[in-house]
C-alpha cells in the first residue's frame, strides 16, 4: 500500500517512520509512505500556501492554488483522498479497515486557521480522530498511518489485533505476564490453570463487562453473537 502525505511540515514525521511497526512494516515493504511539500506549489517569490481570510478576522487560511496543484501532482485513479480536519467523520477501528483496503491513501494536513472552503470539494472525505483542535492534520495522519499499518498483511500477526478493543465494538480483556505474583497482587488463577475453553470464557466475559463499565455507548450498540449471551446468562447465575 501506498501512503502519499500533503504537508508543509514532513520533518515532523521522521522519528515515527522509522520506529516499531509502522518502521519495519516500511522496511519490509509493506508500505511506502512519501510526502509532497506543498510549499513547492506555490508561485509567488516568497512561497506563500496562505492569506487572510475575506470578511476579515484572525489568522490565516490555505489557499486553493497549491493545495489543489499539490493534491493533483500525486492523484491517480487509485487514490483516495482524505482531508484531516475537526469537523470531519470520526475516525474509527472500521474505517481503519477501509482505508486499509486502499491501493493510494492521500492524506492531507491543513493548518492555519484552515483551508479555503473550496478544497474540500476535491478531496473524497473529512476525517477527525476526536473532538478537539490540533495546530495542523499532521499528527491525525500520523494516527491514521499507524492504526493502519498494523492491519496490513505482515505487518503483525492477525491474531495480536483480531481480538482486541474495536475490533467487534467491545474493549479487549486485561492481560497479565509474569510475574503471577507481584507484591501480593495475583494474576487471576483461571488464567494459569491451562483450560482454553475456560481461559476463553473468562476473557469473553471480562470484555463484555469492561466495556459495559467503561463505554456504555459501544456496549449500547453491540450485537451479540450466541457464545456471548451464554456467558451474560452465566454472569447473571454468578458462575462467571
Ligand atoms: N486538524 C485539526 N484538528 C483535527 C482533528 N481533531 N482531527 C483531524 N484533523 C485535525
Redesign the pocket.
Known sequence: MRITVLTLFPEMYESFLHASIVGRSIERGIVSVDFVQIRDFAHDRYRHVDDSPFGGGAGMVMKCQPVLDAIDSVRTEQSHVVL???R?TQYTQKKAHEFSEKEHLILLC?HYEGLDERISRHVDEE????D???T??EL?SMVIIDSVTRLLKGSIKEDSWSDESYENDLLEYPQYTQPADYNGEKVPDILLSGNHQKIREWRMAQSLLLTQKHRPDLYAKHTFTREEEKILKKIDEGKL
Open positions: 484531516m480536519s475537526p470531519g491543513g476525517i477527525s480522530i476526536g478537539y483542535v490540533l495542523g492534520g491525525a
